[in-house]
């Protein structure tokens, strides 16, 4: 890994001198100072992240961190805490104003470390708003190094080992697990030598399933490879881990509970995020996983709800039907019938329409049984009119493109079919976009068209 390129900086003090010497030296409002610091320090490649740019009131990020650092560990009754909470509110709004660079400002002026101290010593009262403040500073991966350095995945472990009776506490120490591990790879190693895994599948035993939605993201963000200085990524393992000790059964439970939990969703995505492999997608099927899922998915049509319609279709297709014991699971139990109907449902949204088009492509593959039973059910219906409703999605038809493909390429009597009734002239049309050409090419070369380069 070649090494990081060197980023000049400038100090708070610095800068605030040079904004001075403009006023001073040269006579400049303080506007204008300003502006002018500004544009000479950019010119020369300096970095402002971090630096307080604003002029007149004395900026809030600041106020609110020498308050705290005043009353960091000495506080002494109810109503000291009561003004703690009070500055972290405001810290913690500061953070979240879109654009303001104020997250960075607090960073760099001792934020992390400060807020990471606070939370280890405060009680119940306070502690849910500072670890909802603690997550508005973790924004990039300067701050989750600081936190690091802070020793604040042991202190978060801490809090949620013995704050189990209070489920909000739970939740917001899920959250700061969450920002902390995402894009950082040493962190999420050191939240599961802590057994975090451990923790999240007791919490799941013990409590209500919808009351600590941050638990999902949590196993979502340690099973994810997303930190791009790492050329191999640890969390295949981890996902093992969590399959080992019983989260799947866990997480096929929270689908049992149906399309109202409000877990569902979420629930769905930690369980793609830990079906790595195919013993653990066999697991799924066998703890009744499979039934679970396409029950939703019928309901999630009866009842107009689409992120639950795409969110389990992308389930299966992107993990548990990647196991041919699954692929067979969903089709006896009239997989495809739920699909079509539920692409008949939500037949005005390109989203959905995709996720259909990639399951049955999945479901498809290498399995003349299964294209079979998908042109029974209407599949050849519900492309033709997909292409024809949505030429503009380009994702879409790059979708259709690829289901046509494994519908006729073991089964000649479907491209009579889909051939009839003009499949062609839609499949040329797609060519038109970049991303569907070899798609789109291949589809015309497997129902048997000699020009299909043109």
């Known amino acids: 890994m070649a090494p990081p390129k060197a980023v000049r900086t400038i100090s708070q003090d610095a800068f605030d001198e040079l904004v001075k010497e403009n006023v001073e030296d040269l006579g400049m409002d303080p506007t204008e100072a300003l502006e002018d610091a500004i544009q000479t320090l950019t010119l020369q490649g300096v970095h402002l992240s971090g630096i307080v740019t604003s002029i007149g ?33 405001k810290l913690n709004d500061a953070c979240n104003v879109d654009g303001s660079g104020n997250a960075a400002i607090a960073t760099k002026n001792g934020a992390v470390q400060l807020v990471c ?55 917001s120490g899920f959250s700061v697990v969450s920002a902390a591990a995402t894009g950082n790879e040493v962190l999420k190693e050191a939240f599961m030598n802590l057994k975090i895994d451990e923790l999240i599948l007791q919490c799941l035993r013990e409590f209500n399933r919808g009351s600590i939605p941050y638990l999902y993201d949590a196993v979502r963000v340690l099973l994810t490879s997303d930190d791009n200085r790492v050329v191999a990524s640890e969390v295949y393992g981890y ?40 013993e653990i997608c066999r697991a799924v099927a066998d703890n009744g996983g499979i039934g679970a899922i396409l029950q939703c998915i019928d309901d999630s049509g009866e009842q107009g709800e689409k992120v639950v319609a795409r969110t389990c279709c992308s389930l299966l297709s992107k993990q548990l039907a990647g196991s041919d014991i699954n692929k067979s699971a969903i089709v006896d139990k009239d997989g495809m019938d739920k699909l079509i109907k539920l692409a008949m449902r939500f037949s005005d949204d390109p989203t959905v329409l995709q996720e259909v088009m990639s399951l049955i492509t999945v479901l498809s593959l290498r399995s003349p049984h299964n294209a079979a039973r998908a042109i029974e059910a209407g599949a050849g219906d519900i492309v033709i009119q997909a292409m024809q409703r949505f030429p503009e999605s380009e994702l879409l038809q790059r979708s259709c493109c690829f289901m046509i493909r494994n519908l006729v390429v073991r089964n000649p009597e479907n491209r009579t079919i889909l051939l009839g009734n003009g499949i062609e002239k839609l499949i040329r049309k797609a060519k038109i976009y970049k991303s569907c050409k070899n798609a789109a090419t291949d589809a015309l070369r497997d129902l048997g068209l000699d020009n299909y380069n043109l």
Do not use: Y
């Open 239 to 278: 996902a093992r881990r969590f399959a080992k000790i019983g989260i799947v059964e866990a997480l096929v439970d929270s689908l049992h509970e149906g399309i109202k939990a409000p877990s569902l969703v979420s629930a769905s995505v930690a369980l793609k995020a830990v079906a790595v492999n195919d």
């Open 57 to 89: 009131e004395e900026n809030l990020v600041i106020q609110s961190l020498e308050r705290l650092k005043e009353l960091d560990g000495v506080w002494k009754d109810e109503n000291d805490v009561k003004e703690i909470v009070e500055w972290l509110v």
């Open 117 to 171: 101290s606070i939370c280890g010593k405060l009680g119940n009262q306070g502690l849910v708003s500072a670890l909802k403040t603690l997550v508005s500073l973790l924004h990039d991966l300067q701050s989750t190094e600081i936190f690091k350095e802070s020793n604040g995945p042991k202190m978060v472990i801490n809090i949620l080992n013995k704050r189990k009776e209070n489920l909000s506490i739970l939740n």
